[in-house]
């Protein structure tokens, strides 16, 4: 039985960081490709960052480049997104996802889901 859960998610005010973290468990190899997403109401699941693990290669959607970061731990278990410089554009549902053949930022790529992490910039 996969599972993501995310956390760290919560209230910040504009300009500062949060850091978010996804733990992984009932995998029975390892998930190429994890990625996080946000969505807010009424709109389409967006896609922040996703992650290669096997050379850690990293993308980025053009509105977090130079102030999100994507990472992985070694046992590549837990997925963080440290999330800087924080805008209240940025406000959303932030969701885990893993297991995608490609690591694209298109959601129908990507088979599990975590339950998701309220993010407040405000």
């Known amino acids: 039985h996969v599972q993501l859960v995310e956390s760290g998610g919560g209230l910040v005010q504009p300009g500062g960081s949060l850091r978010l973290s996804c733990t992984a468990s009932?995998?029975?190899?390892?998930?190429?490709?994890m990625a996080w997403f946000r969505q807010t109401p009424g709109n389409e699941r967006e896609g922040v960052a996703s992650?290669?693990?096997?050379?850690?290669?990293?993308f980025y959607a053009n509105s977090v480049k130079g102030r999100f970061t994507i990472s992985q731990d070694n046992a590549r278990k837990t997925l963080y997104l440290q999330m800087n410089s924080l805008e209240p554009e940025d406000s959303a549902m932030y969701y885990c996802?893993?297991?995608?053949?490609?690591?694209?930022?298109?959601?129908?790529?990507?088979?599990?889901w975590g339950q998701g992490t309220q993010v407040t910039v405000s």
């Open positions: 996802a893993a297991d995608a053949v490609v690591c694209t930022l298109r959601a129908s790529s990507y088979k599990y």
């Open positions: 009932g995998f029975t190899r390892s998930s190429v490709c």
């Open positions: 992650i290669y693990s096997i050379r850690k290669t990293t």
